[in-house]
C-alpha cells in the first residue's frame, strides 16, 4: 500500500528556517519523480520543488529558487524540503506528490502546515 506522510511544518519567523519530510512506503522514492507542492488560502496548489527518479536532478520554481532544496534519503526512503529565508507569503500547506513507475501512477501526502509570521 502507498503511502506519503508529511511532517515538520509548523510557525517560524521570517527569515527563519525549517525543514519537512515526507515519509513514503508501498514504492521507493529513488525510482520515482518527487515532489513538493504548497496551497495557500485561496490559491490554487502550486508546485514549488522536483527531484527525478534519473540520477539526482532536481529544481525548484522561481518563487523559492535558491531559498528551498529538495532533497532525497534513499535509506529512508523520505524526500525533504530545506527552507531558508523563509517569508509571509510562503505561508501554505505543504504536499508531497509521487509519481511512481512504471504507470505512472500519482500519490499525494496529507499535507502539513507551514506558516510564517512574527
Known amino acids: 500500500q502507498v503511502q506519503l506522510v508529511e511532517s515538520g511544518g509548523g510557525l517560524v519567523q521570517p527569515g527563519g528556517s525549517l525543514r519537512v519530510s515526507c515519509a513514503a512506503s508501498g514504492f521507493t522514492v529513488r525510482d520515482s519523480f518527487m515532489s513538493w507542492y504548497r496551497q495557500a488560502p485561496g490559491k490554487e496548489r502550486e508546485l514549488v520543488a522536483w527531484?527525478?527518479?534519473?540520477?539526482?536532478?532536481?529544481g525548484a520554481e522561481a518563487p523559492v529558487r535558491g531559498r528551498f532544496t529538495i532533497s532525497r534519503d534513499n535509506v529512508k526512503n523520505t524526500v525533504y524540503l530545506e527552507m531558508n529565508n523563509l517569508k509571509p507569503e510562503d505561508t501554505a500547506v505543504y504536499y508531497c506528490?509521487?509519481?511512481?513507475?512504471?504507470?505512472?501512477?500519482?500519490?499525494w501526502g496529507q499535507g502539513t502546515q507551514v506558516t510564517v509570521s512574527s
Open positions: 506528490h509521487a509519481r511512481v513507475y512504471p504507470g505512472p501512477h500519482q500519490y
Open positions: 527531484i527525478s527518479n534519473i540520477g539526482d536532478i532536481n
